[in-house]
């Protein structure tokens, strides 16, 4: 016996914070549904992440309005479930080291704002109040977004599967799908099963996963470092996460600093890498220069061409997907499972989905 049943309304593929929340949404609203995961849940991207849920995101304001919508539904979530959910108030600091940066968030800051995103411009000084570690002399000013919240990603993504294994979804672990035949019978080393619609969230393997199916889903993979400081020597006040133009992030974690920028440019050694990420720290925060760094952890993230996450259905196929989240899928998770669960319903959902299909992006960006 496979343990899969011979066919079901909706399979799932991928069992992190998005594919969870999607099984959530759809067994709540009484569709048969079945959820593969190729590791154990919570594995991929989701287990990968600094740990924060944020509404601001820089020229953005789409993306900043479905995190808002799911800040909004984790707090619900650990009032309704009683998950704990690690839920803790920082805050997001985003530097401006250019005027024409601060510029570029004038221009954005009504859309920002339309979107429900609570986010100001703050002074260099206010700046260095809110983050003690900062030389305000290296910024001309800065966003202060105070709806960021660390949490416990292992606790979202149990969260949502228990929820949607209370209202009958099946949810197998340690089964990868290893193929798809065009009459949606799926294939896992575990035995076969016949989807009604496929949905795709499979986070860096949606590509994938899309391609057994025959869709175009332009998503591409690539891996993520974080890092970790030693304690520094004075304590830690509370300490927001903190984003500099360079793409250098930081955040309290426990009693040291988790500390990201991005990956290697092409061709840069990780060596390289690194030392231009301590003269980056140690300019920006005086009290870390020297400090000794090590590994953290380390994964990989999809990504979109344009940044932002995939959300939509294929239009010749009964196939859905949300991807290309770039590490962010904590930040948009209850809202995309919303939006998938309505698609496939042929409901009117909350927001226009038109921007977030695959279709916004030529072919040739794949």
Not at 5 to 25: F, M
Request: glycine content about 10%; proline content about 6%; aromatic content about 6%.
């Amino acid at each position: 016996m496979s343990g899969l049943p011979e066919r079901t309304d909706a399979l799932v593929i991928g069992g992190g914070v998005i594919g969870t929340s999607i099984a959530c949404h759809l067994a709540e609203s009484g569709v048969r549904t079945v959820l593969l995961e190729r590791g154990s849940l919570g594995s991929g991207a989701s287990g990968s992440t600094a740990g924060v849920v944020r509404t601001y995101f820089p020229g953005d304001a789409r993306t900043g309005s479905l995190a808002v919508r799911s800040l909004a539904a984790y707090h619900d979530l650990a009032e309704r479930t009683g998950t704990t959910l690690g839920l803790q108030r920082v805050g997001f600091l985003v530097l401006f080291t250019e005027n024409q940066q601060v510029a570029a968030f004038r221009r954005d800051r009504a859309a920002q704002h339309a979107a429900g995103v609570d986010v100001e411009l703050v002074t260099a000084s206010e700046a260095a109040q809110l983050n003690p570690l900062l030389d305000e002399r290296a910024i001309v000013a800065a966003a202060w977004a105070p709806e960021a919240y660390a949490c416990d990603p292992a606790a979202i993504v149990h969260g949502y599967a228990t929820a949607a294994r209370d209202v009958g979804a099946l949810l197998r672990t340690e089964t990868p799908v290893t193929g798809i035949d065009p009459d949606w019978q799926v294939h896992t080393p575990a035995g076969t099963i016949r989807a009604e619609t496929i949905v795709c969230a499979a986070g860096p393997w949606s590509r994938t996963v899309a391609e057994m199916a025959g869709v175009r889903l332009p998503v591409t993979t690539y891996p993520i470092e974080l890092l970790l400081t030693d304690t520094p020597a004075a304590p830690l006040t509370t300490l927001p996460m903190t984003l500099h133009p360079s793409s250098l992030r930081i955040r309290a974690w426990q009693d040291r600093i988790l500390i990201g920028m991005g990956r290697p440019d092409p061709g840069e050694s990780r060596q390289t890498w690194l030392e231009r990420l301590s003269q980056q720290l140690g300019t920006t925060y005086p009290a870390l220069a020297g400090v000794r760094i090590e590994r953290g952890w380390s994964g990989d993230f999809d990504g979109s061409p344009d940044g932002a996450a995939f959300i939509g259905r294929d239009p010749s196929r009964p196939f859905l997907y949300a991807a290309g989240f770039s590490g962010q899928g904590l930040c948009q998770a209850p809202a995309a499972g919303e939006i998938v669960r309505d698609l496939l319903a042929d409901k009117q959902t909350w927001i226009d989905t038109a921007g977030l299909a695959t279709d916004r992006c030529p072919v040739e960006a794949v």
